[in-house]
């Protein structure tokens, strides 16, 4: 069965540090890869998407993410965060069969001390 | 712009008790719906999608049921709640045409069952 895994579901940083959080995926076939962000008392927010093309892609405040197709990985990352920072990120895969299945990860809860 | 409600914010149901949650969307038409549904440290699992009025799917066999009445409007629905319903309740919609792509959130609802 197709699954997303977030390896760290808490981390714990200090302003300035470097963010990686990682998320790797169980499907062969071609996907639709997403970040999603949930601030504290904000909705669920995309952060970033990779359709094809370059697999650097970059989405806001400075986060960016790379697809390694040969590692099924789509690792977030951001070289320098911010307290604001501190939110839930969720890696999400949509299976690009023509239908509507997305399979997000468990998430992973930021915590970015001042 | 595009904006999406969900109601109500917080809910406290007894274990049998049916079950109605109401999503709607405004600034765009025919859009895709989803509803989510988010356990305590596990990722948003889909339930059901929707792409037209009166057409839904299920991704996962429960004693929920959804509905579309109208083409903005989603609804989520139980005859007998269980223990196991608790959660958080998460609608989202999609361009029409682009299953794979973005999905936009709504605040969610968190339902207790006791």
């Known amino acids: 069965a197709q699954s997303v895994s977030q390896h760290n579901h808490h981390v714990i940083l200090s302003e300035a540090a470097s963010l990686e959080l990682g998320c790797n995926y169980s499907y062969g076939g071609t996907v639709n890869l997403f970040w999603y962000v949930q601030y504290p008392g904000q909705h669920l927010q995309l952060l970033l998407k990779?359709?094809?093309?370059?697999?650097l892609v970059k989405g806001i405040k400075g986060f960016e993410a790379e697809f390694i197709k040969s590692k099924f990985s789509f690792n977030l990352r951001k070289p320098s965060v911010q307290w604001s920072d501190t939110a839930e990120y969720f890696c999400?895969?949509?299976?690009?069969?023509?239908?509507?299945?997305?399979?997000f990860g468990a998430g992973t809860r930021l915590f970015v001390k001042a | 712009s595009q904006t999406i409600h969900q109601w109500p914010a917080t809910l406290v149901q007894p274990v049998g008790s049916p079950l109605s949650l109401e999503c709607t969307v405004e600034g765009t038409s025919n859009p895709n719906l989803y509803w989510y549904r988010q356990a305590a440290g596990r990722g948003l699992q889909l339930l059901f999608y929707?792409?037209?009025?009166?057409?839904i799917s299920s991704e996962v066999p429960q004693n929920l049921s959804a509905s579309r009445p109208q083409d903005r409007q989603f609804i989520l629905s139980s005859k007998k709640l269980l223990l196991s319903d608790s959660g958080f309740y998460l609608c989202?919609?999609?361009?029409?045409?682009?299953?794979?792509?973005?999905?936009?959130f709504g605040p969610g609802t968190r339902l207790t069952v006791l």
């Open positions: 999400a895969v949509t299976l690009n069969t023509g239908g509507f299945k997305t399979i």
């Open positions: 990779y359709f094809s093309g370059d697999p």
């Open positions: 929707s792409v037209g009025i009166g057409q």
């Open positions: 989202a919609w999609s361009v029409k045409g682009a299953p794979t792509d973005t999905q936009y």
